[in-house]
């Protein structure tokens, strides 16, 4: 009995998948950004606004640092279920000329710049 020629579309929704994590991840890494910056606009404002000593850095750093902590971790996560997906499918159902290697590739390599941004917030 012959086996059922395997659907490439299983694979290429794993692949979407990956990448709508991929999305949410940067969204939530570059929101996490501009909270911790917008923290330092505001700071700018008021020493200008009024000549005296600016106050303290407030919140907005620590919750930028962990907006960009969690889209680091959603990053991850997405990086790690499309890994695990992709062991699950037999050989045959990946097609063979795409460089599965790619996806995981950029997902490791925005978790690394968001683990790089992150500790650039926290100074």
């Known amino acids: 009995m012959q086996e059922p020629v395997a659907d490439p579309r299983v694979y290429f929704a794993a692949?979407?998948?990956?990448?709508?994590w991929l999305r949410t991840g940067i969204a939530i890494m570059a929101f996490g950004f501009v909270v911790a910056r917008?923290?330092?606009?505001l700071r700018l404002l008021r020493l200008q606004a009024a000549a005296v000593?600016?106050?303290?850095?407030?919140?907005?750093?620590?919750?930028?640092?962990a907006l960009v902590v969690l889209g680091v971790?959603?990053?991850g996560a997405g990086a790690v279920q499309y890994q695990?997906?992709?062991?699950?499918?037999?050989p045959a159902a990946r097609p063979t000329p795409r460089a599965h290697w790619?996806?995981?590739?950029?997902a490791w390599?925005?978790?690394?710049?968001?683990?790089l941004l992150g500790i650039g917030l926290v100074r």
Not at 38 to 41: A, H, Q
Not at 102 to 106: I, Q, T, W
């Open 15 to 20: 692949e979407r998948t990956l990448l709508a």
């Open 38 to 41: 917008f923290g330092l606009f």
């Open 53 to 65: 000593a600016p106050p303290g850095p407030g919140l907005s750093p620590y919750v930028g640092t």
């Open 73 to 75: 971790v959603a990053t």
């Open 84 to 90: 695990r997906y992709n062991r699950q499918l037999p």
């Open 102 to 106: 790619l996806p995981l590739a950029l």
């Open 109 to 115: 390599a925005l978790v690394g710049i968001g683990v």
